[in-house]
């Protein structure tokens, strides 16, 4: 059974980059078949599909956010993480890592405020 779990700061300070983790377990972020992807939910909106990584390492990004996301991995940890940058109060959201069609993470909120 594959499992996801997101962590970092709750709390990021306006212009700061924000960095999650997803910690993943059952499964290999290197075994074909998984897309590892990055979701966010804004207050009172819908979901946004931030961008993935594939099993060889390929990224690919939302075009709305693309200048500000990296996606990069650790294989040994098994591991996958966001980096956006330049953040302001409006990438305040519920922050999930999912497996595509497969398991999703919690969720984490991230508030951004000085």
């Known amino acids: 059974q594959v499992q996801l779990q997101e962590s970092g700061p709750g709390l990021v300070k306006p212009s700061q980059t924000l960095s999650l983790t997803c910690t993943v377990s059952g499964a290999s972020i290197t075994t074909n078949g998984y897309y590892w992807s990055w979701i966010r939910q804004p207050p009172g909106e819908g979901l946004e599909w931030i961008g993935g990584i594939g099993y060889s390492g390929n990224t690919a990004y939302s075009p709305s956010l693309k200048s500000r996301t990296s996606i990069s991995r650790d294989t040994s940890k098994n591991q996958f993480t966001l980096q956006l940058s330049s953040v302001t109060p409006e990438d305040t959201a519920v922050y999930y890592c999912?497996?595509?069609?497969?398991?999703w993470g919690q969720g984490t909120q991230v508030t951004v405020s000085s």
């Open positions: 999912a497996a595509l069609a497969v398991a």
